[in-house]
């Protein structure tokens, strides 16, 4: 079984395989699964940093695992105008459900409270399944920038 213990945003080095897989289980620190290629896979990451889709892992023999998003059921919710668009997203950040803010939509697991919620001030809903990314939090550690290593001892942090 491969196991994979490191993480890195893009790699220098060629991927040899990934692995699709959705937003819960993309919260997990401890998955087992299957990789896209069909082996066997232990991942073990930090606690409280959910994986994210275009993540690159490193397992122990070297080789670059992607992760990817699998589409999954979804409630992606369109405004018209910006006013609207943003009392929708305050009220549904005070319900302190997970979002995906993307410009004039809005994505959650479908929930029918929040769905009418959405409905009432305007906004169509659609339940085509997509890959959900929903925002990490405005706390989460190393918000704003990246680590990676080249493999020289030296590794550095970017900003963006």
Known sequence: MLQAY?????????IADSITLDQDTRKKARIKG???????IGIFMERGHPLLVGEV????CGLFIEIKGANEPVATCTATDWL????????????H???QIGE???????DYV?????????LTVDHTPTIFEPENGAYAKGSGGHAHSHGDGHGHSHDH
């Open 6 to 14: 490191e993480r890195f945003d893009h790699t220098h080095s060629e």
């Open 34 to 40: 299957i990789t896209d290629a069909g082996l066997d």
């Open 57 to 60: 892992l490193k397992t122990e």
């Open 84 to 95: 609207t668009f943003c009392k929708v997203c305050y009220h549904l950040g005070n319900r």
């Open 97 to 99: 459900t997970s979002l």
């Open 104 to 110: 004039l939509w809005v994505r959650f697991k479908p």
């Open 114 to 122: 929040l769905e009418e919620l959405a409905e009432k001030y305007g």
